[in-house]
């Protein structure tokens, strides 16, 4: 008989919790801000902006707390829906995660990763090696598919090491983001007097619907809190881990942000941060030159790399549970016998981000083509999984939780009516491709039914 192999709970606490930091802190603080900026038209507006953003995160985060913690098995929202709606509803997460949300987002990250390192080339967006008529292989695809397939070996090598990797990663991004606060706020020669005055004069709806604008953007910064979840099967006294590494995870971003936001304004005037897409480096070259750009661009891809190497950690959870349940491709469930990586899914998962790569990378706009095809779906099983607190409470009232959310039932109902609110307003906006969104993941019913059947 074949010996079956299980995953191990090798995530402390240090190691969970940069996964929830890792992951959240991205691209987003280095650029966000311009587009923050530019919608509120007010400095204060700005930090109510981040301040609002933070909490609403915080408050699905303290909801998948209590799921986390009750249900710490590999999978995340995969278990939470499965458990809360039924299989069905848990395979389309899956398969959404799949074929939409995790290896788009793998991707993304990886093409930003290599338009950070663009700085110091200048040549990557250029054709390297022709394909077809009309098609090239980009420098820029060369280096986002090398960081996805070399940080996918690394977590092929085991939880141990790719989570070694994301807490000193982790570590270093978060001290050059708070070096840069530290000299901005003590050699920047900046002035108090860009801080007013504080709030502008509120203009009715239209304040309103700029502060709405502004707030999606914040939450893409803020995006990632979840991802903890889904590797909650390797992590070491979960009950007590995944709580505390997710409330003070997300706490712990808000106020790197505050800060950061805070020395941009010092350094700069609220016009000149609505003039420059890439803040940061235009704040850092203000009082250290052309080395400031040089350290935030370091900052901004050692800052990408672990929220790549957070991602595909994550994301080969989701169909290595799905496999468990005979409800994916069987083989997906497969435990490498060393290393206790779910190996043969991290492999699926690279292949499938790299194919995405290609398709998407060699246009101009790769991160804003592939950032669009990746964020509805997020957002519609986000509300999902946080309604299953409720659900859950009542389906499965003895279910042992060691955590319950803070604030219920008010912290959770107010992110579910945000995450509903939310994905209205990109099915307005944006009808081709929250349209593309939900085909694919009707593309996947057919599936669904043929798996259960060999069930």
Request: aromatic fraction near 14%; include cysteine; charge should be positive.
């Amino acid at each position: 008989m074949k010996q079956e192999h299980s995953l191990i709970r090798g995530l402390g606490p240090i190691g969970s919790a940069s996964v929830v930091v890792g992951t959240i802190i991205g691209t987003g603080i280095f650029l966000v801000p311009y587009s923050i900026a530019r919608a509120v038209d007010s400095v204060g507006l700005v930090f109510l902006v981040w301040i609002v953003g933070g909490l609403l995160s915080l408050a699905g985060a303290l909801s998948y707390a209590e799921l986390g913690a009750a249900m710490p098995e590999a999978g995340g929202e995969y278990v939470f829906l499965r458990r809360a709606y039924g299989p069905l509803w848990g395979f389309l997460y899956g398969w959404e995660q799949f074929v939409i949300g995790k290896t788009g987002s793998i991707a993304t990250i990886a093409v930003a990763f290599a338009l950070f390192l663009d700085f110091f080339v200048g040549t990557l967006k250029e054709p390297l090696l022709p394909i077809t008529a009309g098609w090239a292989l980009t420098g820029a695809q060369v280096i986002s598919l090398a960081a996805v397939i070399g940080l996918t070996l690394i977590n092929y090598l085991g939880v141990i090491l790719s989570g070694g990797v994301q807490t000193v990663f982790t570590i270093l991004k978060v001290t050059i983001i708070l070096a840069l606060v530290a000299l901005g706020f003590t050699i920047g020669h900046g002035q108090w007097s860009h801080f007013s005055p504080f709030f502008a004069a509120p203009h009715g709806l239209g304040t309103l619907s700029a502060f709405g604008v502004a707030l999606a953007a914040a939450l893409w910064a803020y995006d990632g809190w979840n991802n903890l979840v889904m590797v909650g099967g390797e992590v070491s006294n979960p009950q007590r881990n995944i709580p505390r590494a997710l409330g003070f995870g997300v706490l712990g971003v808000v106020l790197v942000y505050l800060l950061t936001n805070g020395v941009y304004f010092y350094i700069l005037p609220l016009e000149q941060v609505q003039a420059h897409k890439q803040v940061a480096q235009a704040a850092a070259r203000k009082f250290l030159g052309d080395w400031g750009g040089i350290l935030i661009t370091v900052g901004a891809l050692i800052s990408t790399f672990a929220t790549l190497n957070a991602a595909i950690l994550s994301g080969a959870r989701v169909p290595y549970a799905m496999a468990r349940d005979r409800l994916f491709f069987r083989h997906m469930a497969d435990v490498h016998p060393v290393h206790r990586s779910p190996a043969k899914a991290l492999i699926l998962q690279c292949v499938f981000a790299c194919v995405l790569i290609l398709i998407f990378g060699h246009h101009g706009d790769a991160f804003d083509r592939l950032f669009t095809y990746t964020i509805f779906g997020l957002w519609i099983f986000y509300g999902m999984s946080t309604a299953a607190v409720f659900v859950l409470r009542r389906k499965e009232p003895h279910l042992p939780r060691p955590y319950r959310t803070l604030g219920y039932p008010w912290v959770p109902g107010l992110f579910v009516v945000l995450a509903a609110l939310f994905c209205l307003n990109t099915v307005v906006t944006k009808p081709e491709e929250t349209g593309l969104g939900l085909l694919f993941l009707a593309a996947g019913l057919p599936f669904y039914f043929w798996w259960r059947r060999q069930r």
